[in-house]
C-alpha cells in the first residue's frame, strides 16, 4: 500500500526525532545527585556576646552656676541580658549607700528605709531606680548646703559608672568605678569587679572558680603576691612590721585578666590611703592546680618546627 507524501513527511520527521535523542549523552547518576544535594557547610557555634551602653540616669538637681556647684554623675547599664542589668543597678545603688552613708540623717531611719527599698527593687527594678538614685541625688545636695552654710567653698563631687570590660568568653566582666569628694581631706575612690556566665546566666564569684579544697592553696599563692608587693613597694622595713598595721587577707573582688588572677583591693583594705587602689596578681602557671580547668587560657597552638639547619660541608 503505497504511503502518501504527507504521511511520509511524518515518518521521517518522527524518525529524526528519535535519532537527536537517543544521541544526547546520558548524565552521569552521581552527578546529578550531587548537584541535588546541598552542600554541608561546618558551622561553627556562635560565641555568646555581652553587649550594652551606659545611660544617665534620671535625676533633677536645682540650678547652679560658678565654680563651686556640685557635680553629681550616676550612669546605669543597659545591655542584652537583663539579669546582668539587674545585678549592677543594685551594685550603683549599694556604692551611692556607701558613699553618702555620712549625709544620712538619720541611720535607723535610713536603714529601715533601705530594706524597703530592697524589697522594692526586687519587685520593679526598672521604675524605681531614678526614684532611688533621686533621693541620693537629694542627700548630697542637702550636705552640699551645709558645707556652704559653713563657708567651705570646696566643689564636691560624685560619680557611679558601670563599663563592660571584658565581654566574651567563659566569664564576661562589668567594673563599677565609683570616686568622689565630699568635703574632707582628700577624695575617695573605688573599683568593683563583676563577673558573669552568659551560658548559665549567673553571677561567677571567686568561690566558683576553684578546684574543691583549694582555697586555702589560693590564699597561699595571694599571700606571696602580697609579700611581694610590700617588698617591691618598700612599705616598711619587713613585711611582718608591716602586718602589724595592715594584716593581709583575702578579697573577693576579682578579674580573670590576660596574664593571671587579678585580686582587686579598695581603700585601707591592705594598706594606707598613698597606696591607693592596691591590686595583685597571681600567674595562671601558678594556678594550674588550683583553678578549675574551664577558667584556664587555652593553651595556644604550637608554632610548626623550624626547619632542620643544613649541615656543613
Not at 547652679?64 to 543594685?90: A, H, W
Not at 558573669?196 to 592553696?217: C, G, H, I, M, S
Request: charged letters at 25%.
Amino acid at each position: 500500500m503505497m504511503l502518501t507524501a504527507k504521511a511520509s513527511l511524518r515518518l521521517t520527521l518522527l524518525a529524526s526525532a528519535i535519532f537527536l535523542v537517543a544521541c544526547q549523552p546520558k548524565s552521569d547518576p552521581k552527578e546529578s545527585k550531587d548537584q541535588q544535594k546541598p552542600a554541608v557547610v561546618e558551622q561553627k557555634p556562635v560565641e555568646l556576646t555581652l553587649k550594652g551602653e551606659t545611660v544617665s540616669s534620671k535625676v533633677i538637681l536645682p540650678d547652679c552656676s560658678g565654680k563651686t556647684c556640685p557635680e553629681f554623675t550616676v550612669e546605669r547599664l543597659q545591655s542584652n541580658y537583663p539579669f546582668i542589668d539587674k545585678i549592677i543597678d543594685q551594685q550603683v545603688l549599694k556604692a551611692l549607700s556607701q558613699i553618702l552613708e555620712i549625709a544620712e540623717p538619720d541611720a535607723k531611719a535610713a536603714k529601715a528605709e533601705k530594706k524597703a527599698e530592697a524589697s522594692a527593687v526586687a519587685a520593679d527594678q526598672q521604675d524605681s531606680f531614678d526614684a532611688q538614685v533621686q533621693r541620693y541625688a537629694n542627700s548630697f545636695i542637702g550636705l552640699d548646703n551645709e558645707l556652704k552654710a559653713l563657708s567651705n567653698n570646696h566643689q564636691i563631687n560624685l560619680l557611679v559608672k558601670p563599663k563592660i570590660i571584658q565581654s566574651q568568653g567563659k566569664v564576661v566582666t562589668v567594673v563599677v568605678n565609683s570616686s568622689s569628694y565630699l568635703g574632707g581631706a582628700h577624695g575617695s575612690a573605688a573599683q568593683h569587679y563583676y563577673n558573669f556566665d552568659l551560658k548559665e546566666q549567673k553571677q561567677v564569684k571567686l568561690e566558683n572558680l576553684l578546684r574543691p579544697e583549694k582555697k586555702a592553696a589560693l590564699e597561699k599563692l595571694a599571700h606571696g603576691a602580697f609579700k611581694a608587693w610590700v617588698t617591691d613597694s618598700k612599705l616598711a622595713n619587713s613585711v611582718s612590721e608591716y602586718e602589724q598595721a595592715w594584716p593581709f587577707k583575702l578579697t573577693e573582688n576579682f578579674l580573670l585578666g590576660d596574664q593571671g588572677l587579678i585580686l582587686q583591693y579598695g581603700e585601707y583594705e591592705i594598706g594606707p590611703y598613698v597606696v591607693g587602689l592596691p591590686r595583685l596578681v597571681i600567674p595562671y602557671d601558678q594556678l594550674q592546680d588550683v583553678l578549675k580547668e574551664e577558667y584556664l587560657p587555652k593553651p595556644k597552638a604550637q608554632a610548626a618546627s623550624a626547619p632542620a639547619a643544613k649541615s656543613a660541608n
